[in-house]
């Protein structure tokens, strides 16, 4: 399968261990961002993606494509231009302590792309599904039109297409407001991971106390309304998918799913997860490994089960993305001996 992905590669700068900003005097790189993320998951599981960015023509800008290639990730529609890396800076919790995240991605070369930076129409063909988030339109005006591009030539083509929503607060800093921007994106797409808050932020579509039910394990939620909402306001999506979170503590965490498909909720096990390693890219797993699931399994149940399993073992490797194999991940969700050696 020919998978296209599109979104800014950044460069990651944390602290060694657990120590604060403050504290640090050395910082480890590490390169990733959720589209590119995604594509990396994918790639080890059999499929031909294709990454699609911009970065600086600078020794940094190539060393972050090489690390995307290091998993087989195709990147001959890379362009090379402008002379900022994205970046951001994370504080990494523990226990009580939450993560912290710092930006530095204005002006970054990546932001400076617009509709006409990349010629879609030779990049998507023959491709088999299109994927985008809601970090992309949040950058600049450029990407927001960059991917509203990206978006309509996939619908035209009929790819299908899914959008992680994931919605940042802190990057709308260029003037225009989501919800004059996100509608019209989302109404192309096929498959969207949501929740409430990217529902209210991006739609303007608000749930009401009536709307919230008790979930066992995760306190009340609202996905049923969501998934409704969504479906009903936009006939191109036909599944909506959204991660449950119980968060206990920066390392300790409840984590689950439900799948909305044709009229009917699934629900996903249940995973405790008490020694969490690296929180970034556990939902960027958990698509690419659901993604897998849908375009292999044909079967919701199997696909939701399968991501869910992948991002569980995404949550114990640091770094921005998950390298686990189909075969792992299958050994995973059907070992009886969690956490020992295999030998």
């Excluded at 498909?261 to 020694?275: C, M, P, R």
């Excluded at 958990?286 to 696909?303: T, W």
Aim: with cysteine.
């Amino acid at each position: 399968m020919k998978i296209v992905t599109f979104g800014e590669l950044l460069m990651r700068l944390t602290p060694p261990g657990n120590f604060r900003f403050a504290q640090a005097d050395t910082y480890r790189v590490v390169y990733g961002g959720a589209e590119a993320n995604t594509a990396i998951s994918l790639s080890q599981m059999g499929h031909k993606l294709h990454y699609v960015t911009q970065l600086p023509d600078t020794m940094i800008g190539h060393t972050a494509i090489r690390e995307v290639t290091k998993w087989g990730v195709n990147v001959d529609d890379v362009k090379f231009s402008g002379e900022k890396m994205g970046i951001y800076f994370l504080e990494r919790g523990v226990s009580v302590r939450g993560g912290q995240i710092i930006y530095d991605r204005k002006n970054s070369s990546f932001s400076e792309i617009d509709e006409n930076t990349f010629d879609w129409e030779t990049i998507l063909e023959g491709a088999d599904w299109f994927h985008w988030t809601g970090i992309t339109p949040a950058l600049s005006e450029g990407t927001a039109k960059a991917c509203l591009k990206a978006i309509t030539v996939a619908h035209k083509m009929g790819i299908p297409i899914s959008c992680d929503l994931n919605y940042r607060g802190m990057l709308w800093k260029y003037g225009a407001d989501p919800k004059s921007v996100m509608p019209e994106l989302i109404s192309m797409s096929t498959v969207v991971l949501a929740n409430e808050k990217d529902v209210a932020n991006y739609l303007g579509i608000e749930p009401t106390e009536a709307d919230y039910q008790e979930v066992e394990g995760f306190g009340k939620r609202c996905h049923e309304f969501v998934s409704k909402a969504l479906v009903a306001e936009f006939p191109n999506i036909k599944t909506v998918v959204t991660t449950l979170r119980q968060t206990i503590n920066a390392t300790h965490n409840r984590w689950s799913g439900v799948v909305y498909h044709e009229g009917n909720f699934i629900t996903g096990k249940v995973y405790d997860l008490n020694s969490i390693v690296e929180r970034i890219g556990g939902g960027d797993s958990f698509m690419g490994a659901y993604l897998h699931g849908v375009l292999e399994y044909k079967d919701q149940q199997m696909a939701l089960d399968f991501g869910l399993a992948a991002s569980s073992l995404k949550l114990t490797v640091p770094g921005d993305y998950n390298i686990a194999s189909e075969k792992e991940i299958n050994h995973f969700m059907n070992s009886k001996s969690v956490g020992r050696i295999n030998r």
